[in-house]
Nanobody
Framework: QLQLVESGGGLVQPGGSLRLSCAAS????????IGWFRQAPGKEREGVSC????????IYINSVKGRFTIARDNAKNTVYLQMNSLKSEDTAVYYC???????????????????WGQGTQVTVSS
């Protein structure tokens, strides 16, 4: 059974850091593009970042550029999202998603992803 499990969320003060992990089980991530998405209360789910299957292509939304870094460790079957300089507007449930895609560029639309994790809450507050 294909499964993605996010971890690493929590409560952090503005300016702080968190590292989210997305661990896959039941399949290997080598041929999959991975995306991180987030959904705040009352808002639509938005794409935050994605990484291609080889790790050479990454995309970020403007609001997180320079603060967030996506990376993958295929040997550990895990993708990470390092979040620095967190702001209150980063508060949301964060989801990782996977799609089998061996093109260099990762897809940015949530509708292109087939497998989703259950989400992890990130709260940025003083």
């Amino acid at each position: 059974q294909l499964q993605l499990v996010e971890s690493g969320g929590g409560l952090v003060q503005p300016g702080g850091s968190l590292r989210l992990s997305c661990a896959a089980s039941g399949f290997t991530l080598d041929d999959y593009a991975i995306g991180w998405f987030r959904q705040a209360p009352g808002k639509e789910r938005e794409g935050v970042s994605c990484i291609g299957h080889s790790g050479t292509s990454t995309i970020y939304i403007n609001s997180v550029k320079g603060r967030f870094t996506i990376a993958r460790d295929n040997a550990k079957n895990t993708v990470y999202l390092q979040m620095n300089s967190l702001k209150s507007e980063d508060t949301a449930v964060y989801y990782c998603a996977a799609v089998r895609r061996v093109t260099i560029r990762c897809p940015v639309s949530r509708y292109e992803y087939d497998y989703w994790g259950q989400g992890t809450q990130v709260t940025v507050s003083s």
